[in-house]
C-alpha cells in the first residue's frame, strides 16, 4: 500500500512537471510567434511607406531627365529650372527615408531584418542626397555656361567654372552609383534572410 502511494506521488508529480514544461513552452511559442507577426507587420509598413515615397522618387527622376535633355540641347535656363524642381523632390524622397528609418530604429523589436533593412534605408538616403547635390552642380554648371554663350561680356573663367561644376555633378553621381550597389546588396542579404525564415 505505500509503495502504491509512493508510485501514485512519482507519477503525479511526473505529469505535473510534463503540464508545467508543455506549458511553458507553449507561452514561449506563443511568445515567438508574436513577436514574429510583429515583425512583418513593421516591415510590411515600411514597405508601404517605401511604395508611396516612390512617387516623389520618379517625379524627381523625371525633372533630373529632363534637365539632362535641356543641358544636350544649350537650354541652360531649362536645365536650372528643372534641377531646382528635381532638388524639392530629392529633398522630400531623403527625408521621408529618414522618417521610415526612425520609425524601424525606435522599434521594440531587436532584429536582422530590420539591421538590414535600416542599412538599406542608409543606402537609399545617400541615393537620394548624391542627386540632390549632383543637381545643385548641374544648375550651377548650367548658370556659368548659359553667362559664356549668350551674354557679350562673357568670360573664358566662365566655361572654366561650368566645367568644374560638371565635374563635381559627376562624382556625385558616382558616389550614387556606388550607393545603389550598396542597396541592391542589402536588398540580397534582405531576401536570404527572409527566406530562412520562411522555410
Do not use: P, W
Amino acid at each position: 500500500m505505500k509503495i502504491n502511494f509512493i508510485y501514485t506521488a512519482i507519477i503525479t508529480l511526473f505529469l505535473v512537471v510534463s503540464l508545467l514544461i508543455i506549458f511553458i513552452n507553449g507561452q514561449k511559442i506563443k511568445t515567438e510567434l508574436t513577436t514574429e507577426n510583429e515583425l512583418y507587420k513593421i516591415i510590411l509598413k515600411a514597405d508601404f511607406e517605401l511604395y508611396k515615397i516612390s512617387l516623389d522618387s520618379q517625379k524627381a527622376e523625371s525633372y533630373y531627365n529632363e534637365a539632362s535633355y535641356f543641358y544636350e540641347n544649350q537650354e541652360y535656363e531649362l536645365v536650372e529650372s528643372n534641377c531646382r524642381l528635381a532638388r524639392d523632390y530629392y529633398s522630400k524622397e531623403s527625408q521621408e527615408y529618414k522618417n521610415v528609418k526612425a520609425e524601424l530604429s525606435s522599434s521594440e523589436i531587436k532584429d536582422k531584418l530590420i539591421d538590414i533593412y535600416v542599412e538599406s534605408l542608409n543606402s537609399l538616403i545617400e541615393i537620394s542626397d548624391n542627386m540632390y547635390e549632383a543637381c545643385e552642380h548641374f544648375e550651377s554648371a548650367s548658370r556659368y555656361y548659359n553667362k559664356y554663350y549668350t551674354e557679350l561680356n562673357y568670360k573664358d573663367s566662365d566655361y572654366e567654372m561650368g566645367t568644374s561644376e560638371i565635374d563635381t555633378m559627376n562624382e556625385k553621381i558616382t558616389a550614387h552609383d556606388i550607393a545603389v550597389g550598396k542597396y541592391n546588396q542589402y536588398l540580397e542579404d534582405f531576401r536570404v534572410e527572409l527566406e530562412k525564415r520562411l522555410r
